[in-house]
């Protein structure tokens, strides 16, 4: 069996890349993309599909000034014996969890355009989850370049 591409690296390492970028940073991207870990939340709101899809919903809302009101579209889905999967997409974000409810831990995504607006959803799913302990790591996606030959 090959080595794993991660043995030996620290966390946060890059594993591999290819290429060199063709140009300069701008210092703009075309989203916040935050991974977050969510420790010692209680186990009923991590265990119950219905709670999360609510939570989803209202951690996504658009708010007025976006131009559009409502609860985000939410898809989820119950594991036997317990734990939940869900999704949640808005004009503010996109969001991803991943609950172990034996374990009192969610695996969080969070994409937005923004961000203030990932911010956001951060602090609303954290109001309604209740964690004890977070983990945030916050990556700038798509970083526009300044091209010569574009």
């Known amino acids: 069996m090959g080595a794993s591409l991660s043995a ?5 390492q890059m594993v591999c ?3 060199e970028f063709p140009g300069e940073h701008r210092g703009q991207c075309l989203g916040t993309h ?3 870990e969510l420790w010692s939340a209680p186990f009923p709101k991590l265990a119950d599909a219905r709670q999360i899809q ?4 209202r951690a996504g809302a ?3 000034q976006l131009g559009q009101e409502g609860l985000a579209e939410v898809r989820v889905h119950q594991f036997d014996p317990y734990g939940v999967s869900g ?3 808005s004009p503010l974000a996109h969001i991803l969890i ?4 034996e374990n009192r831990y969610a695996a969080v995504d969070i994409f937005a355009h923004d961000r203030d607006g990932a911010y956001l959803v951060l602090e609303r799913m954290k109001k309604a989850l209740t964690p004890e302990y977070i983990h945030v790591l916050e990556l700038q996606r798509g970083q526009l370049l300044d091209m010569e030959d574009t």
């Open 34 to 36: 935050l991974l977050v």
């Open 8 to 12: 030996g690296l620290a966390a946060n």
């Open 98 to 101: 991943h609950t172990w409810p």
């Open 17 to 19: 890349s290819q290429g």
């Open 54 to 57: 609510e939570i989803l919903g």
């Open 87 to 89: 999704t949640a997409s």
């Open 62 to 64: 658009c708010e007025e």
